[in-house]
């Protein structure tokens, strides 16, 4: 994409972006508010996208990268165990894409969020790798459930901290998520066979 494309489409996403602080759903927002907020016509947007809907799919492709690329880092995948770097480098990554993410886990179809779902299948697959190399006698079925618990409390976590404006600084809902996860990992070390 040319360099005017990419700006274009820039202002489209962060105009989007900055109207979902406003809005309740994407579904609220047209297109006309789209243009007005980033300063273009509405032969500018339909040359570049055919619907609202899409502009936020594309938003939410580049989360999904982005999110693949941040856990990815050699600090995490290099780890034996989930550190707390895991864990700011996590609740950064939020906080960096705050309004964003708000709307997704408060989304009532939160269920079939394709990001969420990505991101959760993810992580139980590098969880899963992990704690079956430090628990190898565990049965899978209860790394799973190990899995489950933790990330859905983990999901419900972030979603108190973003709704809450982000209070406590990354180092404090980072060590909490932490503690928490920590604490799961006990449950783990008794289902050894």
Not at 26 to 53: D, K, L, M, P
Not at 56 to 82: M, Q, V
Not at 173 to 179: E, H, R, T, V
Request: aromatic residues 12%; hydrophobic residues 40%.
């Amino acid at each position: 994409m040319a360099k005017s494309g990419k700006k274009t489409t820039d202002k489209i996403h962060n105009s989007l972006i900055e109207l979902l602080e406003c809005a309740s759903a994407v579904e609220n927002i047209t297109v006309t508010e789209i243009c007005e907020h980033a300063g273009i016509n509405r032969a500018t947007f339909y040359y570049h996208y055919q619907s609202v809907a899409a502009v936020f799919a594309e938003i939410e492709d580049t989360l999904r990268s982005d999110f693949e690329h941040t856990i990815s880092l050699p600090a995490l995948t290099d780890a034996k165990t989930p550190d707390a770097n895991f864990f700011e480098i996590f609740f950064a990554f939020v906080a960096r894409n705050a309004t964003i993410c708000k709307l997704i886990v408060n989304s009532p179809h939160t269920g079939d969020n394709t990001f969420l779902t990505h991101a959760l299948e993810i992580g139980r697959n590098k969880v899963s790798a992990m704690m079956t190399e430090i628990f190898p006698d565990c049965p899978t079925a209860k790394i799973d459930y190990y899995y489950t618990f933790v990330s859905r409390g983990f999901l419900g976590l972030v979603t108190y901290w973003l709704n809450g404006d982000m209070l406590e600084p990354i180092k404090s809902i980072s060590d909490i998520g932490a503690q928490i996860a920590y604490s799961g990992i006990e449950f783990l070390k008794r289902q050894q066979q």
